[in-house]
Antibody
């Protein structure tokens, strides 16, 4: 079955960078885009961007454009998200999620990783 | 960005009740809407895509409908495992955006 296994929780100082990985299994990694979504404590969901694991092409939300980089290593079926210049407002659970294509309604999120808690604190 | 206004933000219901959650988009998005269920400490789970198509394995008591700007998630005969938070999401235009969520609690 489809599984997305994320790296463990991180605690970072303000101004630092964080790297979160997402290892896929149960499907052909290069056939499905990987998206990143975050959720601050007690808050809703916020979309950050995606990567095409086949080509490496990326698209980011403008809010994160200057601070986020999503990469992939197809040889180890892993996508990664790096967020720079962390601030307390970046404290959140970060999820990777896969999209599946439907002929009638396009790409939609179907499977999610378990989430990675990133805490930014001095 | 497209705003997704979800209501109510919370509700209390009993097992067996019918629950209705609505989501309004700030502009027309055809049927590019998905619904997710999230339990505390867990990742969201995909329930519905294309406004009304149930994901495989999702119970038929969940129904989605709507097109354009107004969308609805109905849970018929609420079950104990349905107490959770629910989110709508539009995937018509980037950046993808989510509703603020609806917490369904036990009355």
């Amino acid at each position: 079955q489809v599984q997305l296994e994320q790296s463990g929780a991180e605690v970072k100082m303000p101004g630092a960078s964080v790297h979160v990985s997402c290892k896929a299994s149960g499907y052909t990694f290069t056939d499905y885009y990987i998206h990143w979504v975050r959720q601050a404590p007690g808050q809703g969901l916020e979309w950050m961007g995606w990567i095409n694991p086949s080509s490496g092409a990326t698209l980011y939300a403008q809010k994160f454009q200057s601070r986020v980089t999503v990469t992939r290593d197809a040889t180890i079926r892993t996508a990664s998200m790096q967020l720079n210049r962390l601030a307390s407002g970046d404290t959140a659970v970060y999820y990777c999620a896969r999209t599946t294509y439907d002929l009638l309604t396009g790409f939609y999120l179907d499977s999610w990783g378990q989430g990675t808690l990133v805490t930014v604190s001095s | 960005d497209i705003q997704m206004t979800q209501s109510p933000s919370s509700l209390s219901a009993s097992v067996g009740d019918r629950v209705t959650i609505t989501c309004r988009a700030s502009q027309g998005i055809s049927n590019f809407v998905a619904w997710f269920q999230q339990k505390p400490g867990k990742a969201p789970k995909s329930l519905i895509y294309g406004s009304s198509t149930l994901r495989s394995g999702v119970p038929s008591r969940f129904t989605g409908s709507g097109s354009g700007t107004d969308f609805t998630l109905i849970i018929n005969s609420l079950q104990p495992e349905d107490f959770a938070s629910y989110y709508c999401q539009q995937y018509k235009t980037y950046p993808w955006t989510f509703g603020q969520g609806t917490k369904v609690a036990i009355k």
